[in-house]
């Protein structure tokens, strides 16, 4: 169906020409989840209305769906209407899938059925922040890049073991595209817009959104302990990387030094002044993470839990997490 609502094209006073004057107006439609996250569905659409008022063209336009047509409540408890309820879509449209703190919204099937459809048909389809889950479940991730937030990452990695999500903030591959959510939706939008209509007219709707990016860069969602390790020492860095590769089948103190040519005293001398604790027990603190993470959002066993994480025995995984965490790796468990 047609995209009805005239584009938005607010006055204002700065204005800057486009290098694509000829350029159609793009459509987008925000397919909204329950819980999504206000914050990445507004990162996302006011780069857009900005380009449009900069321009004084209408670049872009966007409609606003759910899944029954009704106001749908974010994650912040904010009710946000909509324009109707999901409809098939013009092939040109941009099909966007919003999620959040309920990543299983975005798995529903009314959603994964119209992102199917609305690909099959040759449109575009995108997810924002856990909206990447209905792409996964429509089997359209499989051999692209992409990414979601990195705090989901660990449970989806185990619900698609075939899949490998990004540590980028966004990712755009062909006619998919993903980010995780948050201000990363800015950076998103601003490489979409770089690639239509230039990078100095990206970079002035950077400017207007008082944010200074480095557009078409592959930028990580976070800086993980191995990248601020690397300005130090990039042994360092390779041994944190080696353990968060091996937490399923632990390496020997041994096994990581001589992966690394150093000494295995070289290796706590060094995370002792680095880090200011012993190799092990940051590996050992490194799995504990990872397994309260996937306790508080899967429905995986605590067995399941202590095995994907290099415990022989759900025992020993109980106490290590207990003296880590101050209570019981049960008290965490996820119930979906």
């Not at 459509?27 to 990445?40: D, G, I, Q, R, Y």
């Not at 004084?56 to 899944?67: E, G």
């Not at 705090?151 to 595209?177: G, H, M, T």
């Not at 604790?277 to 605590?302: E, G, I, K, M, V």
Request: a positive charge; glycine letters at 8%; charged letters at 20%.
């Amino acid at each position: 169906m047609q995209v009805e609502k005239q584009p938005l094209i607010p006055h204002g006073a700065a204005f800057f020409q486009t290098s694509n004057r000829e350029a159609r107006t793009r459509h987008f439609a925000f397919l909204l989840c329950p819980s999504f996250t206000l914050l990445a569905f507004a990162s996302a659409l006011e780069p857009l209305r900005i380009a449009n008022q900069l321009s004084q063209r209408p670049l872009y336009d966007w409609t606003t769906r759910s899944a029954d047509g009704a106001p749908v409540i974010s994650s912040c408890g904010v009710s946000v209407g909509v324009d109707g309820p999901q409809a098939d879509l013009d092939r040109d449209v941009i099909l966007m899938v919003c999620a959040g703190n309920r990543p299983e919204a975005a798995g529903a099937r009314a959603v994964v059925s119209a992102v199917t459809r609305h690909f099959r048909h040759g449109g575009r389809i995108g997810g924002l922040c856990t909206g990447p889950i209905a792409l996964a479940r429509a089997g359209l991730l499989k051999g692209r890049r992409f990414t979601l937030h990195w705090e989901n990452q660990p449970a989806f990695r185990e619900n698609f073991p075939d899949l490998d999500p990004s540590e980028n903030k966004f990712e755009i591959d062909d006619r998919v595209l993903t980010c995780g959510g948050g201000a990363a939706a800015t950076d998103m939008m601003l490489e979409v817009i770089a690639q239509e209509h230039g990078e100095a007219f990206a970079a002035m709707v950077s400017d207007m959104c008082l944010r200074r990016v480095s557009v078409g860069r592959d930028l990580p969602q976070r800086s993980p302990i191995s990248a601020v390790a690397q300005t130090r020492n990039p042994g360092l860095a390779a041994i944190v990387e080696l353990m968060k590769r091996h937490r399923e089948d632990p390496l020997s103190m041994d096994e990581l030094a001589e992966r690394v040519g150093y000494s295995r005293r070289h290796v706590e001398r060094l995370f002792l002044s680095t880090l200011g604790q012993p190799p092990a027990r940051f590996y050992l603190n490194l799995r504990l993470d990872h397994a309260r993470n996937l306790l508080a959002s899967t429905d995986l066993s605590l067995a399941e839990v202590a095995a994907a994480c290099g415990f022989s025995s759900t025992s020993h995984f109980s106490k290590s997490f207990v003296r880590r965490f101050g209570t019981p790796p049960s008290r965490v468990h996820c119930r979906l």
